[in-house]
Protein backbone atom coordinates (compact mmCIF):
# COMPACT_ATOMS: atom_id res chain seq x y z
CA UNK A 1 0.00 0.00 0.00
CA UNK A 2 1.82 3.45 -1.13
CA UNK A 3 0.92 6.03 1.01
CA UNK A 4 -0.22 9.31 0.19
CA UNK A 5 -1.37 12.70 2.12
CA UNK A 6 -5.13 11.96 1.25
CA UNK A 7 -4.70 8.52 2.62
CA UNK A 8 -3.56 10.16 5.96
CA UNK A 9 -6.15 13.08 6.07
CA UNK A 10 -9.83 13.50 7.12
CA UNK A 11 -12.42 15.71 5.01
CA UNK A 12 -14.70 18.08 6.73
CA UNK A 13 -17.33 19.04 4.43
CA UNK A 14 -18.60 22.83 4.67
CA UNK A 15 -22.00 23.81 2.86
CA UNK A 16 -20.75 27.53 2.47
CA UNK A 17 -24.46 28.60 2.41
CA UNK A 18 -25.75 26.97 5.86
CA UNK A 19 -22.17 27.39 7.41
CA UNK A 20 -21.71 30.61 9.20
CA UNK A 21 -23.51 34.35 8.37
CA UNK A 22 -20.95 37.12 8.97
CA UNK A 23 -23.17 39.92 8.00
CA UNK A 24 -26.61 39.57 9.20
CA UNK A 25 -27.99 38.88 5.82
CA UNK A 26 -29.17 35.09 6.68
CA UNK A 27 -26.59 33.59 4.21
CA UNK A 28 -23.27 31.66 5.01
CA UNK A 29 -19.97 33.22 3.56
CA UNK A 30 -16.76 32.92 3.67
CA UNK A 31 -15.86 35.40 5.90
CA UNK A 32 -17.68 33.72 8.40
CA UNK A 33 -15.45 30.08 7.50
CA UNK A 34 -12.83 32.05 8.34
CA UNK A 35 -13.98 32.90 12.13
CA UNK A 36 -14.73 28.91 12.31
CA UNK A 37 -11.16 27.62 11.36
CA UNK A 38 -10.20 27.39 15.14
CA UNK A 39 -12.75 24.95 16.04
CA UNK A 40 -12.31 22.84 12.68
CA UNK A 41 -8.57 22.77 13.54
CA UNK A 42 -9.89 21.90 17.50
CA UNK A 43 -11.76 18.97 16.06
CA UNK A 44 -8.33 17.82 14.41
CA UNK A 45 -9.60 17.71 10.21
CA UNK A 46 -6.98 18.14 7.97
CA UNK A 47 -8.97 19.03 4.68
CA UNK A 48 -11.84 21.20 4.50
CA UNK A 49 -13.89 20.51 1.10
CA UNK A 50 -16.14 23.34 -0.02
CA UNK A 51 -19.34 23.28 -1.93
CA UNK A 52 -19.26 25.47 -4.55
CA UNK A 53 -18.97 29.11 -4.15
CA UNK A 54 -19.08 30.22 -7.74
CA UNK A 55 -21.29 33.18 -9.22
CA UNK A 56 -24.60 31.21 -10.45
CA UNK A 57 -28.31 31.93 -10.39
CA UNK A 58 -28.89 29.37 -7.72
CA UNK A 59 -31.64 27.35 -9.22
CA UNK A 60 -29.51 24.30 -7.65
CA UNK A 61 -28.06 25.72 -4.87
CA UNK A 62 -24.86 26.34 -6.64
CA UNK A 63 -24.37 23.56 -8.72
CA UNK A 64 -25.53 25.52 -12.05
CA UNK A 65 -22.44 27.65 -12.27
CA UNK A 66 -22.53 30.44 -14.46
CA UNK A 67 -18.55 31.81 -13.95
CA UNK A 68 -15.98 29.58 -12.73
CA UNK A 69 -14.10 32.10 -12.22
CA UNK A 70 -15.84 34.40 -9.92
CA UNK A 71 -17.20 34.05 -6.34
CA UNK A 72 -20.92 34.04 -5.72
CA UNK A 73 -21.50 37.78 -4.56
CA UNK A 74 -23.32 36.27 -1.28
CA UNK A 75 -20.54 34.60 -0.22
CA UNK A 76 -17.92 36.98 -0.62
CA UNK A 77 -15.47 37.96 -3.46
CA UNK A 78 -12.09 36.70 -4.75
CA UNK A 79 -10.23 38.73 -2.17
CA UNK A 80 -12.04 37.29 0.01
CA UNK A 81 -11.30 33.43 -1.27
CA UNK A 82 -7.70 34.51 -1.34
CA UNK A 83 -7.95 35.79 2.60
CA UNK A 84 -9.57 32.28 3.86
CA UNK A 85 -6.97 30.31 1.21
CA UNK A 86 -4.14 31.85 3.35
CA UNK A 87 -5.69 31.47 6.33
CA UNK A 88 -6.67 27.95 5.85
CA UNK A 89 -3.10 27.37 4.95
CA UNK A 90 -1.53 29.14 8.05
CA UNK A 91 -3.37 26.62 10.03
CA UNK A 92 -2.26 23.54 8.90
CA UNK A 93 -5.82 22.97 6.53
CA UNK A 94 -6.27 22.14 2.93
CA UNK A 95 -8.89 23.27 0.52
CA UNK A 96 -10.77 21.16 -1.50
CA UNK A 97 -13.00 22.84 -4.33
CA UNK A 98 -16.29 21.57 -6.08
CA UNK A 99 -15.33 20.49 -9.42
CA UNK A 100 -19.19 20.89 -11.24
CA UNK A 101 -17.95 20.33 -14.88
CA UNK A 102 -21.03 17.70 -16.33
CA UNK A 103 -22.87 20.71 -16.84
CA UNK A 104 -23.58 24.41 -16.56
CA UNK A 105 -26.00 26.78 -15.97
CA UNK A 106 -28.36 27.84 -18.54
CA UNK A 107 -26.80 31.40 -17.89
CA UNK A 108 -23.10 30.57 -18.26
CA UNK A 109 -21.69 32.37 -21.72
CA UNK A 110 -20.93 29.62 -23.47
CA UNK A 111 -25.04 28.18 -23.28
CA UNK A 112 -26.00 31.64 -24.02
CA UNK A 113 -23.71 31.79 -27.29
CA UNK A 114 -24.49 27.99 -28.13
CA UNK A 115 -28.27 28.06 -27.82
CA UNK A 116 -28.58 31.43 -30.50
CA UNK A 117 -27.33 29.00 -33.51
CA UNK A 118 -25.72 25.92 -34.93
CA UNK A 119 -22.38 28.02 -36.05
CA UNK A 120 -21.00 30.30 -33.78
CA UNK A 121 -18.17 29.08 -31.74
CA UNK A 122 -19.72 27.84 -28.95
CA UNK A 123 -22.07 25.50 -30.67
CA UNK A 124 -21.01 22.06 -30.17
CA UNK A 125 -19.98 23.20 -26.38
CA UNK A 126 -23.59 21.09 -25.33
CA UNK A 127 -25.48 18.43 -26.18
CA UNK A 128 -28.26 19.60 -29.26
CA UNK A 129 -30.21 16.71 -30.93
CA UNK A 130 -33.38 17.42 -33.84
CA UNK A 131 -36.56 16.30 -32.89
CA UNK A 132 -38.19 12.66 -33.19
CA UNK A 133 -41.51 12.87 -34.55
CA UNK A 134 -41.68 15.85 -33.12
CA UNK A 135 -40.78 14.73 -29.75
CA UNK A 136 -37.82 14.93 -27.34
CA UNK A 137 -34.92 12.67 -29.22
CA UNK A 138 -34.95 9.84 -26.55
CA UNK A 139 -37.08 8.90 -23.70
CA UNK A 140 -34.75 9.54 -21.06
CA UNK A 141 -35.66 11.46 -17.49
CA UNK A 142 -33.94 14.19 -15.46
CA UNK A 143 -32.29 13.14 -11.98
CA UNK A 144 -34.62 15.81 -10.50
CA UNK A 145 -37.78 14.72 -12.72
CA UNK A 146 -39.39 15.41 -16.35
CA UNK A 147 -37.70 14.96 -19.01
CA UNK A 148 -34.16 15.11 -19.52
CA UNK A 149 -34.45 17.38 -22.75
CA UNK A 150 -36.22 20.89 -23.57
CA UNK A 151 -36.59 22.90 -26.61
CA UNK A 152 -35.01 25.68 -27.94
CA UNK A 153 -36.73 27.69 -30.46
CA UNK A 154 -33.45 29.16 -31.70
CA UNK A 155 -32.11 26.16 -33.14
CA UNK A 156 -35.12 24.42 -33.44
CA UNK A 157 -33.32 21.49 -31.28
CA UNK A 158 -33.60 20.19 -27.67
CA UNK A 159 -30.53 20.45 -25.80
CA UNK A 160 -29.85 17.49 -23.04
CA UNK A 161 -29.79 18.31 -18.81
CA UNK A 162 -29.61 15.03 -16.58
CA UNK A 163 -30.50 17.52 -14.15
CA UNK A 164 -32.95 20.90 -13.77
CA UNK A 165 -33.25 22.32 -17.53
CA UNK A 166 -31.00 25.79 -15.98
CA UNK A 167 -28.14 23.02 -15.97
CA UNK A 168 -27.75 22.08 -19.56
CA UNK A 169 -24.82 19.10 -20.35
CA UNK A 170 -21.40 19.95 -21.44
CA UNK A 171 -20.46 18.12 -24.81
CA UNK A 172 -17.21 16.06 -23.37
CA UNK A 173 -16.34 14.79 -27.01
CA UNK A 174 -15.86 18.36 -28.07
CA UNK A 175 -12.17 18.93 -27.03
CA UNK A 176 -12.60 22.85 -27.10
CA UNK A 177 -15.07 21.92 -24.08
CA UNK A 178 -11.74 20.08 -22.43
CA UNK A 179 -9.54 22.39 -22.80
CA UNK A 180 -11.94 24.65 -21.35
CA UNK A 181 -12.54 22.66 -18.22
CA UNK A 182 -8.96 22.34 -17.64
CA UNK A 183 -8.18 26.28 -17.76
CA UNK A 184 -10.89 26.07 -15.41
CA UNK A 185 -8.95 23.42 -13.37
CA UNK A 186 -5.43 25.16 -13.47
CA UNK A 187 -6.96 28.90 -13.01
CA UNK A 188 -7.83 27.37 -9.19
CA UNK A 189 -4.55 25.00 -8.82
CA UNK A 190 -2.64 28.11 -9.83
CA UNK A 191 -4.39 30.17 -7.08
CA UNK A 192 -3.01 27.19 -4.37
CA UNK A 193 -5.72 24.42 -3.96
CA UNK A 194 -5.35 21.40 -2.86
CA UNK A 195 -7.60 18.93 -5.17
CA UNK A 196 -11.20 18.82 -6.20
CA UNK A 197 -14.23 16.86 -5.65
CA UNK A 198 -15.92 16.21 -9.13
CA UNK A 199 -19.34 16.49 -9.25
CA UNK A 200 -21.27 13.55 -11.19
CA UNK A 201 -18.18 13.18 -13.17
CA UNK A 202 -18.94 9.39 -14.27
CA UNK A 203 -21.70 11.07 -16.69
CA UNK A 204 -19.73 12.77 -18.37
CA UNK A 205 -18.99 10.21 -21.54
CA UNK A 206 -22.54 9.69 -22.94
CA UNK A 207 -23.07 6.36 -25.02
CA UNK A 208 -23.13 6.48 -28.61
CA UNK A 209 -26.33 7.28 -30.73
CA UNK A 210 -27.89 8.47 -26.96
CA UNK A 211 -30.59 5.05 -27.02
CA UNK A 212 -33.36 5.27 -24.91
CA UNK A 213 -32.45 3.89 -21.48
CA UNK A 214 -34.71 1.59 -19.22
CA UNK A 215 -38.08 2.43 -18.57
CA UNK A 216 -39.57 0.71 -15.19
CA UNK A 217 -42.97 -0.53 -14.97
CA UNK A 218 -45.45 2.71 -14.61
CA UNK A 219 -42.25 5.31 -14.98
CA UNK A 220 -43.14 8.06 -17.84
CA UNK A 221 -39.31 8.15 -18.51
CA UNK A 222 -36.67 6.24 -18.52
CA UNK A 223 -33.50 5.76 -16.09
CA UNK A 224 -30.82 7.77 -17.84
CA UNK A 225 -28.28 6.86 -15.34
CA UNK A 226 -28.72 3.02 -16.35
CA UNK A 227 -26.97 4.14 -19.70
CA UNK A 228 -24.69 7.25 -19.43
CA UNK A 229 -23.02 6.06 -16.08
CA UNK A 230 -19.41 4.90 -16.75
CA UNK A 231 -19.39 5.67 -20.21
CA UNK A 232 -17.14 4.04 -22.81
CA UNK A 233 -14.43 7.48 -22.74
CA UNK A 234 -14.79 7.90 -19.44
CA UNK A 235 -11.41 6.51 -18.44
CA UNK A 236 -10.07 8.63 -21.46
CA UNK A 237 -11.09 11.52 -20.29
CA UNK A 238 -10.19 11.16 -17.17
CA UNK A 239 -6.39 10.10 -17.77
CA UNK A 240 -6.30 13.31 -20.06
CA UNK A 241 -7.45 15.16 -17.38
CA UNK A 242 -4.41 13.78 -14.98
CA UNK A 243 -2.06 14.17 -17.69
CA UNK A 244 -3.15 17.37 -18.30
CA UNK A 245 -3.59 19.30 -15.08
CA UNK A 246 -3.46 16.75 -12.09
CA UNK A 247 -0.21 15.03 -12.17
CA UNK A 248 1.60 18.60 -12.87
CA UNK A 249 -0.05 19.99 -8.89
CA UNK A 250 0.12 17.81 -5.66
CA UNK A 251 -3.38 17.56 -4.90
CA UNK A 252 -6.29 15.08 -4.12
CA UNK A 253 -9.31 13.95 -6.32
CA UNK A 254 -12.50 12.44 -5.51
CA UNK A 255 -15.06 11.83 -7.88
CA UNK A 256 -18.92 11.42 -7.22
CA UNK A 257 -20.11 8.25 -8.98
CA UNK A 258 -23.36 7.45 -9.22
CA UNK A 259 -24.25 3.95 -10.17
CA UNK A 260 -20.45 3.02 -10.24
CA UNK A 261 -19.39 -0.78 -9.02
CA UNK A 262 -16.30 -1.71 -7.41
CA UNK A 263 -15.17 -3.76 -10.53
CA UNK A 264 -15.59 0.17 -12.60
CA UNK A 265 -13.99 2.23 -9.89
CA UNK A 266 -10.82 -0.37 -9.72
CA UNK A 267 -9.33 2.30 -13.07
CA UNK A 268 -11.29 5.44 -11.80
CA UNK A 269 -9.46 5.54 -8.20
CA UNK A 270 -6.78 3.20 -9.29
CA UNK A 271 -3.47 2.94 -6.89
CA UNK A 272 -1.13 3.53 -10.05
CA UNK A 273 -2.59 7.23 -9.58
CA UNK A 274 -3.24 7.87 -13.50
CA UNK A 275 -7.06 8.67 -13.36
CA UNK A 276 -8.52 9.96 -9.64
CA UNK A 277 -7.33 9.14 -5.79
CA UNK A 278 -10.75 7.75 -4.70
CA UNK A 279 -14.39 7.58 -5.63
CA UNK A 280 -17.97 8.76 -3.99
CA UNK A 281 -19.58 5.50 -4.60
CA UNK A 282 -23.38 5.48 -3.53
CA UNK A 283 -24.76 1.70 -3.08
CA UNK A 284 -24.61 2.20 0.63
CA UNK A 285 -26.85 5.45 0.74
CA UNK A 286 -29.44 4.03 -1.57
CA UNK A 287 -30.24 0.94 0.16
CA UNK A 288 -33.78 1.97 1.09
CA UNK A 289 -36.43 2.46 -1.98
CA UNK A 290 -40.25 2.44 -2.47
CA UNK A 291 -41.63 -0.86 -3.69
CA UNK A 292 -43.58 1.55 -5.90
CA UNK A 293 -40.64 1.54 -8.47
CA UNK A 294 -41.98 4.36 -9.86
CA UNK A 295 -41.20 6.37 -6.83
CA UNK A 296 -37.41 5.36 -6.65
CA UNK A 297 -35.59 6.75 -3.58
CA UNK A 298 -38.79 8.21 -1.90
CA UNK A 299 -39.50 6.24 0.88
CA UNK A 300 -39.18 5.56 4.51
CA UNK A 301 -38.20 2.33 5.16
CA UNK A 302 -35.17 1.88 7.56
CA UNK A 303 -31.95 0.51 6.26
CA UNK A 304 -31.32 -3.13 7.07
CA UNK A 305 -28.32 -3.75 8.59
CA UNK A 306 -27.50 -7.06 6.62
CA UNK A 307 -27.53 -5.31 3.56
CA UNK A 308 -25.12 -1.94 4.77
CA UNK A 309 -22.43 -4.59 5.82
CA UNK A 310 -22.82 -5.84 2.51
CA UNK A 311 -22.80 -2.95 0.56
CA UNK A 312 -19.52 -1.71 2.59
CA UNK A 313 -17.84 -4.70 3.06
CA UNK A 314 -17.75 -5.29 -0.95
CA UNK A 315 -16.06 -1.50 -1.28
CA UNK A 316 -13.64 -2.57 1.24
CA UNK A 317 -12.70 -5.98 0.00
CA UNK A 318 -12.86 -5.61 -4.10
CA UNK A 319 -10.50 -2.11 -3.52
CA UNK A 320 -8.26 -3.69 -0.98
CA UNK A 321 -4.93 -3.26 -2.56
CA UNK A 322 -6.33 -2.09 -6.13
CA UNK A 323 -7.65 1.20 -5.34
CA UNK A 324 -8.39 3.89 -2.52
CA UNK A 325 -12.17 4.27 -0.48
CA UNK A 326 -13.74 7.00 0.86
CA UNK A 327 -15.74 6.92 3.46
CA UNK A 328 -18.85 8.74 4.25
CA UNK A 329 -22.27 8.67 6.23
CA UNK A 330 -23.76 11.40 4.82
CA UNK A 331 -23.07 14.95 2.81
CA UNK A 332 -25.50 17.54 1.16
CA UNK A 333 -27.01 15.21 -0.85
CA UNK A 334 -28.38 12.49 1.46
CA UNK A 335 -30.46 12.62 4.91
CA UNK A 336 -28.57 13.28 8.19
CA UNK A 337 -26.94 9.87 9.23
CA UNK A 338 -27.68 9.17 12.63
CA UNK A 339 -31.44 9.49 11.57
CA UNK A 340 -31.18 7.29 8.45
CA UNK A 341 -28.51 4.65 10.19
CA UNK A 342 -29.61 4.66 13.88
CA UNK A 343 -32.35 6.48 15.68
CA UNK A 344 -33.37 10.08 16.80
CA UNK A 345 -34.64 8.98 20.00
CA UNK A 346 -32.71 11.36 22.39
CA UNK A 347 -32.44 9.04 24.58
CA UNK A 348 -29.50 7.02 22.24
CA UNK A 349 -29.13 9.77 19.83
CA UNK A 350 -25.45 11.06 20.91
CA UNK A 351 -24.73 6.84 21.58
CA UNK A 352 -25.51 6.40 18.03
CA UNK A 353 -23.49 9.15 16.36
CA UNK A 354 -20.63 8.28 18.13
CA UNK A 355 -21.32 4.55 16.89
CA UNK A 356 -21.65 5.26 13.67
CA UNK A 357 -18.49 7.38 13.28
CA UNK A 358 -16.16 4.83 14.61
CA UNK A 359 -17.47 1.74 12.56
CA UNK A 360 -17.05 4.18 9.74
CA UNK A 361 -13.70 5.93 10.69
CA UNK A 362 -11.78 2.82 11.54
CA UNK A 363 -12.16 1.38 7.58
CA UNK A 364 -9.61 1.45 5.26
CA UNK A 365 -10.40 5.16 3.06
CA UNK A 366 -10.47 8.36 3.76
CA UNK A 367 -13.03 10.19 5.91
CA UNK A 368 -15.55 12.73 5.19
CA UNK A 369 -17.41 14.80 8.12
CA UNK A 370 -20.50 16.55 6.94
CA UNK A 371 -20.63 19.68 8.90
CA UNK A 372 -22.71 19.18 11.98
CA UNK A 373 -22.25 15.24 12.18
CA UNK A 374 -19.64 15.65 14.52
CA UNK A 375 -22.19 17.01 17.22
CA UNK A 376 -24.75 14.55 15.84
CA UNK A 377 -27.24 16.75 14.34
CA UNK A 378 -30.47 15.32 12.73
CA UNK A 379 -33.23 14.97 10.43
CA UNK A 380 -34.97 18.42 10.31
CA UNK A 381 -38.58 16.78 10.08
CA UNK A 382 -40.11 19.35 8.76
CA UNK A 383 -43.68 19.40 8.62
CA UNK A 384 -45.17 21.14 6.02
CA UNK A 385 -43.77 20.91 2.04
CA UNK A 386 -43.56 25.47 2.66
CA UNK A 387 -40.72 24.03 4.87
CA UNK A 388 -38.99 22.75 2.18
CA UNK A 389 -36.64 24.28 -0.33
CA UNK A 390 -34.63 21.23 -2.23
CA UNK A 391 -35.37 21.57 -6.33
CA UNK A 392 -35.19 17.64 -6.43
CA UNK A 393 -37.86 17.46 -3.32
CA UNK A 394 -40.42 20.00 -4.63
CA UNK A 395 -40.21 18.30 -8.13
CA UNK A 396 -40.83 14.97 -6.46
CA UNK A 397 -43.54 16.07 -4.95
CA UNK A 398 -45.64 18.01 -7.99
CA UNK A 399 -44.44 15.42 -9.88
CA UNK A 400 -46.19 12.46 -7.11
CA UNK A 401 -48.61 14.26 -5.56
CA UNK A 402 -49.88 17.03 -7.68
CA UNK A 403 -49.64 16.05 -11.48
CA UNK A 404 -49.34 11.95 -11.50
CA UNK A 405 -51.69 11.58 -8.21
CA UNK A 406 -49.62 8.99 -7.30
CA UNK A 407 -49.53 8.76 -3.49
CA UNK A 408 -51.09 10.22 -1.09
CA UNK A 409 -49.81 14.15 0.13
CA UNK A 410 -49.27 12.93 3.98
CA UNK A 411 -47.13 9.96 2.40
CA UNK A 412 -45.26 11.81 0.29
CA UNK A 413 -44.35 14.39 3.41
CA UNK A 414 -43.27 11.37 5.64
CA UNK A 415 -40.95 10.61 2.65
CA UNK A 416 -39.79 13.62 2.04
CA UNK A 417 -38.86 14.20 6.51
CA UNK A 418 -36.79 10.71 5.60
CA UNK A 419 -35.41 11.29 2.68
CA UNK A 420 -35.22 15.04 1.34
CA UNK A 421 -31.49 16.47 0.97
CA UNK A 422 -32.61 19.49 2.89
CA UNK A 423 -32.65 17.51 6.12
CA UNK A 424 -28.14 17.77 5.66
CA UNK A 425 -28.82 22.02 4.57
CA UNK A 426 -30.46 23.34 7.60
CA UNK A 427 -28.38 25.53 8.91
CA UNK A 428 -25.16 24.80 11.67
CA UNK A 429 -26.32 24.68 15.19
CA UNK A 430 -23.50 26.50 16.75
CA UNK A 431 -25.40 27.44 20.08
CA UNK A 432 -28.31 27.70 21.94
CA UNK A 433 -29.30 31.30 21.06
CA UNK A 434 -30.87 33.41 18.52
CA UNK A 435 -31.20 31.45 15.05
CA UNK A 436 -28.71 28.98 16.69
CA UNK A 437 -25.94 31.61 15.91
CA UNK A 438 -25.50 30.62 12.74
CA UNK A 439 -26.51 34.68 12.18
CA UNK A 440 -27.69 38.02 12.96
CA UNK A 441 -30.17 38.22 10.67
CA UNK A 442 -33.33 35.90 8.80
CA UNK A 443 -31.70 32.58 8.25
CA UNK A 444 -31.86 31.47 4.32
CA UNK A 445 -33.41 28.37 5.54
CA UNK A 446 -35.44 26.88 8.59
CA UNK A 447 -33.16 25.64 11.38
CA UNK A 448 -33.55 22.33 13.10
CA UNK A 449 -35.90 22.49 16.26
CA UNK A 450 -33.71 21.15 17.91
CA UNK A 451 -30.87 23.23 17.93
CA UNK A 452 -31.16 24.49 21.86
CA UNK A 453 -30.16 20.75 22.43
CA UNK A 454 -27.74 19.67 20.05
CA UNK A 455 -25.08 22.63 19.27
CA UNK A 456 -21.51 23.46 19.51
CA UNK A 457 -21.34 25.69 22.21
CA UNK A 458 -22.72 22.26 24.61
CA UNK A 459 -20.77 19.79 22.81
CA UNK A 460 -17.48 21.90 23.68
CA UNK A 461 -18.30 21.94 27.18
CA UNK A 462 -18.72 18.09 27.97
CA UNK A 463 -16.36 16.07 27.70
CA UNK A 464 -18.53 13.06 26.80
CA UNK A 465 -19.89 14.93 24.02
CA UNK A 466 -20.14 13.70 20.42
CA UNK A 467 -17.42 16.50 19.25
CA UNK A 468 -14.84 15.16 21.58
CA UNK A 469 -15.17 11.35 20.34
CA UNK A 470 -15.08 12.39 16.91
CA UNK A 471 -11.76 14.41 17.80
CA UNK A 472 -10.20 10.83 19.32
CA UNK A 473 -11.44 9.15 16.20
CA UNK A 474 -9.52 11.84 13.77
CA UNK A 475 -6.28 11.45 16.21
CA UNK A 476 -6.62 7.59 16.53
CA UNK A 477 -6.22 7.40 12.51
CA UNK A 478 -3.01 10.15 12.41
CA UNK A 479 -1.56 7.73 15.42
CA UNK A 480 -2.35 4.25 13.93
CA UNK A 481 -0.67 2.90 10.50
CA UNK A 482 -3.13 0.13 10.94
CA UNK A 483 -6.29 2.45 10.48
CA UNK A 484 -4.86 4.27 7.15
CA UNK A 485 -3.44 1.23 5.63
CA UNK A 486 -4.47 -1.72 7.51
CA UNK A 487 -6.60 -4.93 5.33
CA UNK A 488 -9.93 -5.71 5.54
CA UNK A 489 -11.88 -8.11 7.21
CA UNK A 490 -15.55 -8.73 7.93
CA UNK A 491 -17.02 -11.12 10.75
CA UNK A 492 -20.47 -12.31 10.98
CA UNK A 493 -21.80 -11.13 7.95
CA UNK A 494 -25.36 -12.76 8.69
CA UNK A 495 -25.23 -10.68 12.31
CA UNK A 496 -28.62 -8.54 11.80
CA UNK A 497 -28.25 -7.02 15.19
CA UNK A 498 -23.92 -6.39 15.32
CA UNK A 499 -21.44 -4.99 12.73
CA UNK A 500 -17.70 -6.29 13.22
CA UNK A 501 -14.82 -6.47 11.27
CA UNK A 502 -11.21 -6.64 11.51
CA UNK A 503 -8.16 -4.62 10.61
CA UNK A 504 -4.65 -6.06 10.25
CA UNK A 505 -1.44 -4.20 9.32
CA UNK A 506 2.91 -4.93 10.20
CA UNK A 507 1.88 -6.41 13.45
CA UNK A 508 -0.93 -4.59 14.45
CA UNK A 509 -4.16 -5.67 14.78
CA UNK A 510 -8.12 -3.67 15.49
CA UNK A 511 -11.37 -4.99 15.93
CA UNK A 512 -14.00 -2.70 15.74
CA UNK A 513 -17.51 -4.16 17.24
CA UNK A 514 -20.56 -2.03 16.29
CA UNK A 515 -24.27 -2.88 17.76
CA UNK A 516 -26.60 -1.12 15.38
CA UNK A 517 -29.83 -1.39 18.16
CA UNK A 518 -31.36 -0.10 21.19
CA UNK A 519 -31.37 -3.37 22.60
CA UNK A 520 -28.57 -5.15 25.10
CA UNK A 521 -26.91 -8.12 23.41
CA UNK A 522 -24.90 -10.67 23.90
CA UNK A 523 -21.70 -11.51 21.83
CA UNK A 524 -18.45 -13.59 22.24
CA UNK A 525 -15.63 -12.21 20.48
CA UNK A 526 -12.82 -14.22 23.00
CA UNK A 527 -10.08 -13.75 20.30
CA UNK A 528 -9.62 -10.25 21.08
CA UNK A 529 -9.13 -11.24 24.91
CA UNK A 530 -6.64 -9.69 26.39
CA UNK A 531 -6.43 -6.98 23.49
CA UNK A 532 -6.40 -3.30 24.59
CA UNK A 533 -9.89 -1.48 24.18
CA UNK A 534 -8.65 1.70 22.42
CA UNK A 535 -12.25 3.52 22.25
CA UNK A 536 -15.86 3.02 23.31
CA UNK A 537 -18.82 4.82 23.16
CA UNK A 538 -19.63 3.96 27.17
CA UNK A 539 -17.82 4.72 30.05
CA UNK A 540 -18.67 2.07 32.14
CA UNK A 541 -15.88 -0.94 32.37
CA UNK A 542 -15.63 -3.12 29.37
CA UNK A 543 -17.45 -6.51 29.89
CA UNK A 544 -16.43 -8.39 26.54
CA UNK A 545 -19.50 -9.89 25.76
CA UNK A 546 -21.67 -7.34 26.49
CA UNK A 547 -22.65 -4.12 24.06
CA UNK A 548 -25.12 -1.72 25.28
CA UNK A 549 -27.50 -0.09 23.15
CA UNK A 550 -25.69 0.99 19.90
CA UNK A 551 -22.59 0.51 21.85
CA UNK A 552 -19.23 0.22 19.52
CA UNK A 553 -15.82 -0.72 21.14
CA UNK A 554 -12.82 -0.75 19.52
CA UNK A 555 -9.91 -2.90 20.27
CA UNK A 556 -6.15 -3.05 19.20
CA UNK A 557 -3.35 -5.10 19.83
CA UNK A 558 0.70 -4.95 18.88
CA UNK A 559 2.85 -7.84 18.70
Known sequence: MTQAWFKDSVIYQIYPRSFQDSNADGIGDLKGIRTRLDYLKKLGVDVLWLNPIYRSP????????????????????????????????????????????????????????????????????????????????????????GPAWTYEPARKQYYLHLFAPGQPDLNWENPAVRNSVYDVMKFWLDKGIDGFRMDVINLISKPAGLPDAPQPDGAVYGNAEAVVADGERLNEYLREMNREVLSKYDVMTVGEMPGSKPSDVEDYASLKGDELNMVFQFEHVSLSSNPNKELGKWNDKPVKLLDLKHALNRWES????????????????????????????????????????????????????????????????????????????????????????????????????????????????WTKGTNAGFTDGTPWFGLNKNYPDINVEDALTNDDSVFYFYQKLIALRHQLDVVKYGDFKSLDDDDEQVYTYVREWKGQQLAVVSNFTDQTVERDYSFMSGDKLLISNYPDGDDEKTLLPYQTKVYFTEK
Open 58 to 145: DKDNGYDISDYESIQPVYGDMQDFDDLLADMHQHGLKLLMDLVVNHTSDEHKWFKESRQSRDNDYSDYYIWRDPVDGHEPNNWGSYFG
Open 318 to 429: DLDGKAWNSLYWNNHDQPRAVSRFATDDPKYRVAAAKMLGATLHFMQGTPFVYEGEEIGMTNANFKELAEYEDLESLNAYRQFVTEEHVVAESDMLHYLTNISRDNARTPMQ
